[in-house]
């Protein structure tokens, strides 16, 4: 393993640190790293993002010992209440006229309230309801992370919210980019890649360090927050 050139002193503490907690993520940076400050490759920007992606969503579980309650399926939940809405005989182009909303006199519906099937309001309620807490869960998991790695930081929550903001920032610039939308690396400005990459890091090694109490390493942290 060359540890040479781009392998900082920085960078080999924490590919350690991944090493001890989740050596399977520790592959992970390991190879983004090579990607971003070694020989470029085609589909660096993909890859690299898909990489940030699946650090930031693994690695509060490998630190906490606490596990997620997982995805939300929204393919499979939508497919049922597709199938209940078109068998109960609901439009599904959003228009107004189908027998499900005639009256028994022929006439369509014209008032703003209609009857619906319970057990599709009832589908449609859970999922709404699903959805607004698999909204919340990055800040729950990025919580986990940052206090199982420093549970010192338990005592002071409040001061931990920019830096939560800051780690969703940072990675959600990543997450967009990690799948093909048909863009090319070369529409990615390589010097915000790196920028984006080392504040990933920056906070990672903060992370590692215990530096979240003072607050010059807030400032740190956040100092990236306008670019």
């Not at 660096?44 to 490998?62: G, Q």
Request: aromatic residues 8%.
């Amino acid at each position: 393993m060359d540890d040479s050139g781009c392998w900082t002193p920085e960078r080999i503490e924490l590919r350690a640190w991944f090493t001890r907690n989740s050596p399977s993520l520790a592959e992970l940076y390991e190879g983004s790293v090579e990607l971003m400050f070694g020989r470029s490759i085609p589909g660096k920007v993909c890859l690299v993002s898909h990489a940030v992606r699946e650090i930031r969503n693994r690695l509060p579980d490998a630190i906490s010992g606490v596990k997620s309650g997982g995805r939300l399926d929204y393919t499979s939940r939508l497919d049922e209440i597709s199938q209940l809405w078109e068998h109960v005989g609901l439009p599904v182009d959003g228009s107004l006229t189908s027998p499900a909303m005639t009256t028994s006199d022929g006439v369509t519906a014209a008032t703003s309230d209609m009857l619906i099937d319970r057990a599709l309001f009832s589908k449609i309620g859970r999922l709404v309801g699903d959805h607004r807490v698999a909204r919340q869960k990055p800040n729950d998991a990025a919580l986990r992370l940052f206090l199982g790695a420093a549970p010192e930081n338990a005592v002071s929550r409040d001061s931990l919210r920019p830096v939560i903001m800051e780690w969703r920032r940072i990675t959600d610039w990543f997450v967009k980019r990690d799948h093909d939308t048909g863009r090319l690396d070369a529409e990615c400005d390589p010097r915000e890649l790196k920028q984006k990459f080392e504040h990933f890091e920056r906070i990672l090694a903060a992370l590692v360090r215990g530096f979240f109490s003072t607050a010059g390493a807030l400032d740190a942290i956040l100092e990236d927050t306008n670019s």
